[in-house]
Structures are given as C-alpha cells and as structure tokens.
C-alpha cells in the first residue's frame, strides 16, 4: 500500500491547478495525513516536480497560509501549523456563512436534502479520527 | 607501434562505447519506447519487442562494420589522424537506427488527454550537496593552481613550446610560446573543474518523474537514481580535473626541460578515467536502470506522470521543451542520465555558457597556434 501523500493535477480539469494543489493539500491536513510541523517541499521543488511554474505553487502556499493551515518557511519550504485550540467566534460566523453558502449552492444544484446531508457526512467521515487536541 | 597501439585502443574504445549503446533499451523506464511514451502494455506488447529487436540487430551489425571499415582502411592508411574515423561512424549509425525506431514507436504512442502530473509531499529532500560542492572547490582549486603555476613560469618558457603529447607522453608538437598556446590547458582544467561540479549539483536536484499510483516505490527509485548520478559525475569531475591539472604543470615542465614527457602519474589517471567513466555507466545502467527503472519494478504498471511521460514536449525523443516547467535538468527518454530543458531561459543559458567558454577558448588556442 502506497503511503506516500501525494499531490496530483489534472491538466483537463476546469479548476486551475494552484487551486488543485491547495485543495489537495488542505484535505490531507485536515484529514491528518499531513501531521502539523512537517515541512512541505519548497515552493522550487514541488514546482519542479510537477512542471508548473513556480508562482502557480507559491500561490496555493499563501492561499493556504492565509486560511491557516501552513507556515511559509522562506526558502525551506511551508510547514503545516496544528489547527486553533480554541475556535475564534468571528473566524466560526465566518466560516459558518460560507458553508451555509455553499449548501445553498447544492440545493440550487438540483441535489436532495438528503442527498447534500450525504455529502456532507462524507466530508466529515474523512475527517474522522482527526480531533486537535483540546 | 605507437600507431598501432592507439588504433587498437580506438577500437576497443568502440567496441565498449557500442556496446552500451546496445545496452540502451536496456536501461528505459516501462513505457518508454526510443523516445516515445507508449503506455506501460503497449510498451511489454508484441510491436514493441519487434522494433527492439531490430535496435539489437541493427546496432550489432553497425558495430561490426564500424570495425570492420575502420581496419580496412587503417591498413590501407595508417594514420593517427584516421583515428575520429571510427567514433563518428558509429555515432552517425547510432542516430540513424535510434531515428528509424523513434518514428516505428510514433506510431505506437496514445491519444488522448496529456498525462497528469504528480508530485510527493512527503519526498526525503535532496541529499546535502556537499560532494557535488567539493568537486565545484577542487575544479576551482586545481584550476587555479594551473594558471598560477603556468603564470609564475612564463618568463622563463623559451621561444617554442609542446603543445601536444603522444602516447608515449613525449611531445609530438610546438608552437611559439604565447599566453593562448601556455594556458589553453591551464584554462580548460578550470572551465571543465567547474561545469562538472556545477552539473553534479544540478543533477542533484533535477526533476523527478513519478508514476502514479505507487508514488512511494517510485521516488524512492528516483532519489537513489538521482543520488548515484550525483556521485559519478562529482567522481569523474574530480578525476578529469586532477588529470587535466597535472598534464598542465607537466607540459610546463617539459617547456623548460625539467622533465622529458608528460607525467606518468597523469598518463594512468586518464587511463582509469576512461575505464571508470565507462564502467561506471555501465554500472548505473545495470544496477539502477534510467531514473531508477530497475529499483521501481514493483510500480512499474503504473503509468509514467507529467513531462517524461507528455510526448507534447519531446522534440524527436531527445530533446525537451517546456516553457512552464522550472526544471533545469529533466531525465533523459532514451539513454542514461538527463538532459536540459530548453524551455528554460536559465538551463539554456547555462548550456550556452559552458559550450561557449569551452569553444572560446579552443578557438583562441587555435587562432594563437
């Protein structure tokens, strides 16, 4: 079995790649594949591996230090940070306004209720096992 | 004799050097087919083994003729200056059959979307680059040494000095001494000392080409690659740097009469380098494969990702171009070891650089000569 976290980007895929890559990498902090104080590639490395251009990769890193999961680390790479021990009520409103939005955008989709309850429950199985210490 | 002994020594030269050529397919990553990304079936398929085999047949026929006109005509004319005669051909046969099996394996290349591209979070970095930075110190060092050694000594050259030595180590030829004709070589020991270092470094951080699934098998092949490519190309920088330094100190000496020929010392490193920078190919190749073919046998269904694997950005299998790419050096489809990215201003430049100091110093040699 493979174990290695891996980032993958599909050429023909309407979502720009920096967004592939920060969404790829969001998912495997949150889900605790990528453990806070690892230190990801830098911004060449990764850039190089992948044959994207270096400011397509710095631009996933800074998206992803804004919303908190990395570190940007200089030359040495991003490290991933632990997530909040206490959830800040302004950040919770905030996020809450965006979920709200984007089950509202699903329900508008066409998608059942129960069927945008399934979604979610399976976004939140991935999660699973993951609870910051508290 | 001394002509015969140089003629058998090209031959056997060819013979070696023909015979890794042999060996190429050999080396490949599962997929890649003479510069063509096939897919990894296509690859193990009926077609593919059929255009293999006529590389075999083809490159083995080739190398006997190679030898076998050169002998002819050596016998006929034995002249040292015959001896490029016997390398140029078997490299013109070589492009030839690699030519007429990259467009059989055109053919066979798939359709479709372009490959995805992927990379590990999780990868080891590269390793400390403290042997390809030493072979950078000791080109500069040795180089250095050179030219001081050469400069310190220049008034004291008399009118003519050697400006080549045969096999003996006794010189062959003379030219009026000129700062060109005395540190020509001093001057090349540093260019060479330096490139071979600064490649080892690049080559320690060139791009990696994964497959996808099975990325772990694969980066681990890829890193150790990587790392074995690093230390023969710092090991050969050393030794040719080292070789090229004492034959620059030792023609100096001749010049002023201290010593009859070349230094012996100098005479068996290059011979240990040929032999170590063909065994050492040969070794690379059999033991890690191409990018680490032969460590990554347990991935090796997975498909190939990103540019080595995007038939887009491969001009005739053996050169690549990616403007989007930051890569420096990519691996190579067909062969050992890597190739620059012409997409890349900086890796152009680089190669530009390299090529142009060492042909700008060849040429002002010849012009002073």
Same mark, same amino acid.
């Given at each position: 079995?493979?174990?290695?976290?891996? $980032?993958?980007?599909?050429?023909?895929?309407?979502?720009?790649?920096?967004?592939?890559?920060?969404?790829?990498?969001?998912?495997?902090?949150?889900?605790?594949?990528?453990?806070?104080?690892?230190?990801?590639? +830098?911004?060449?490395?990764?850039?190089?591996? @992948?044959?994207?251009?270096?400011?397509?990769?710095?631009?996933?890193?800074? &998206? &992803?230090?804004?919303?908190?999961?990395?570190?940007?680390?200089?030359?040495?790479?991003?490290?991933?940070?632990?997530?909040?021990?206490?959830?800040? +009520?302004?950040?919770?409103?905030? @996020?809450?306004?965006?979920?709200?939005?984007?089950?509202?955008?699903?329900?508008?989709?066409?998608?059942?209720?129960?069927? $945008?309850?399934?979604?979610?429950?399976?976004?939140?199985?991935? &999660?699973?096992?993951?609870? +910051?210490?508290? | 004799?001394?002509?015969?002994?140089? /003629?058998?020594?090209?031959?056997?030269? /060819?013979?070696?050097?023909?015979?890794?050529?042999?060996?190429?397919?050999?080396?490949?990553?599962?997929?890649?087919?003479?510069?063509?990304?096939?897919?990894?079936?296509?690859?193990?398929?009926?077609?593919?083994?059929?255009?293999?085999?006529?590389?075999?047949?083809?490159?083995?026929?080739?190398?006997?003729?190679?030898?076998?006109?050169?002998?002819?005509?050596?016998?006929?004319?034995?002249?040292?200056?015959?001896?490029?005669?016997?390398?140029?051909?078997?490299?013109?046969?070589?492009?030839?059959?690699?030519?007429?099996?990259?467009?059989?394996?055109?053919?066979?290349?798939?359709?479709?979307?372009?490959?995805?591209?992927?990379?590990?979070?999780?990868?080891?970095?590269?390793?400390?680059?403290?042997?390809?930075?030493?072979?950078?110190?000791?080109?500069?060092?040795?180089?250095?040494?050179?030219?001081?050694?050469?400069?310190?000594?220049?008034?004291?050259?008399?009118?003519?000095?050697?400006?080549?030595?045969?096999? !003996?180590?006794?010189?062959?030829?003379?030219?009026?001494?000129?700062?060109?004709?005395?540190?020509?070589?001093?001057?090349?020991?540093?260019?060479?000392?330096?490139?071979?270092?600064?490649?080892?470094?690049?080559? !320690?951080?060139?791009?990696?080409?994964?497959?996808?699934?099975?990325?772990?098998?694969?980066?681990?092949?890829?890193?150790?690659?990587?790392?074995?490519?690093?230390?023969?190309? !710092?090991?050969?920088?050393?030794?040719?740097?080292?070789?090229?330094?004492?034959?620059?100190?030792?023609?100096?000496?001749?010049?002023?009469?201290?010593?009859?020929?070349? !230094?012996? /010392?100098?005479?068996?490193?290059?011979?240990?380098?040929?032999?170590?920078?063909?065994?050492?190919?040969?070794?690379?190749?059999?033991?890690?494969?191409?990018?680490?073919?032969?460590?990554?046998? %347990?991935?090796?269904?997975?498909?190939?990702?990103?540019?080595?694997?995007?038939?887009?950005?491969?001009?005739?299998?053996?050169?690549?171009?990616?403007?989007?790419?930051?890569?420096?050096?990519?691996?190579?489809?067909?062969?050992?070891?890597?190739?620059?990215?012409?997409?890349?201003?900086?890796?152009?430049?680089?190669?530009?650089?390299?090529?142009?100091?060492?042909?700008?110093?060849?040429?002002?040699?010849?012009? %002073?000569?």
């Amino acid at each position: 079995m493979d174990t290695a976290v891996t $980032v993958l980007i599909d050429w023909s895929s309407a979502e720009p790649v920096y967004a592939q890559i920060a969404r790829q990498i969001r998912s495997r902090i949150a889900s605790g594949d990528l453990a806070p104080g690892l230190v990801l590639p +830098p911004v060449r490395g990764l850039a190089s591996d @992948l044959g994207v251009n270096l400011n397509t990769v710095a631009r996933a890193y800074w &998206l &992803l230090e804004e919303e908190g999961f990395l570190k940007i680390r200089s030359r040495s790479g991003a490290e991933v940070t632990a997530p909040l021990r206490d959830a800040d +009520p302004a950040t919770v409103e905030r @996020l809450r306004q965006q979920l709200a939005a984007a089950l509202s955008r699903m329900r508008q989709a066409g998608l059942t209720h129960a069927e $945008v309850r399934q979604q979610a429950e399976q976004e939140l199985a991935a &999660l699973a096992g993951h609870e +910051p210490e508290r | 004799m001394t002509t015969e002994i140089f /003629v058998l020594a090209t031959l056997v030269e /060819v013979l070696l050097i023909g015979g890794i050529f042999l060996l190429y397919p050999r080396f490949a990553r599962r997929g890649l087919l003479f510069g063509v990304y096939v897919g990894e079936q296509v690859w193990a398929g009926d077609e593919a083994g059929r255009i293999t085999r006529g590389w075999y047949t083809g490159m083995v026929v080739w190398i006997a003729l190679t030898v076998l006109v050169s002998a002819v005509l050596w016998s006929a004319l034995p002249s040292v200056a015959l001896a490029p005669l016997a390398p140029i051909l078997l490299v013109v046969g070589f492009l030839a059959l690699y030519l007429r099996a990259y467009f059989q394996a055109r053919a066979l290349a798939p359709e479709g979307p372009p490959p995805p591209a992927a990379a590990v979070l999780t990868a080891p970095p590269p390793a400390n680059p403290i042997l390809p930075f030493t072979s950078v110190g000791f080109g500069v060092a040795c180089g250095v040494a050179a030219l001081a050694y050469a400069a310190s000594h220049y008034a004291d050259l008399p009118p003519m000095v050697p400006t080549h030595f045969g096999l !003996s180590g006794a010189p062959d030829a003379w030219r009026p001494k000129s700062f060109s004709t005395v540190m020509l070589l001093p001057l090349m020991t540093l260019v060479i000392g330096v490139s071979l270092g600064v490649i080892a470094f690049l080559t !320690s951080r060139a791009k990696r080409a994964l497959r996808y699934p099975l990325t772990e098998v694969s980066v681990a092949a890829q890193t150790r690659f990587r790392e074995a490519m690093t230390r023969y190309i !710092s090991a050969v920088g050393m030794m040719a740097t080292l070789m090229l330094t004492l034959m620059a100190i030792s023609s100096i000496r001749v010049a002023l009469g201290l010593e009859r020929g070349l !230094s012996p /010392v100098a005479m068996i490193i290059a011979g240990v380098l040929l032999v170590a920078a063909l065994a050492g190919t040969v070794y690379i190749g059999l033991r890690y494969g191409q990018g680490g073919s032969r460590l990554e046998r %347990a991935a090796s269904r997975a498909p190939l990702t990103d540019g080595l694997a995007d038939n887009r950005y491969w001009v005739l299998g053996m050169f690549y171009v990616n403007r989007d790419d930051p890569a420096i050096l990519v691996e190579h489809r067909f062969g050992l070891g890597y190739t620059i990215n012409l997409g890349n201003w900086k890796a152009v430049a680089l190669f530009i650089l390299f090529i142009g100091l060492l042909i700008g110093i060849t040429v002002a040699a010849l012009v %002073a000569g």
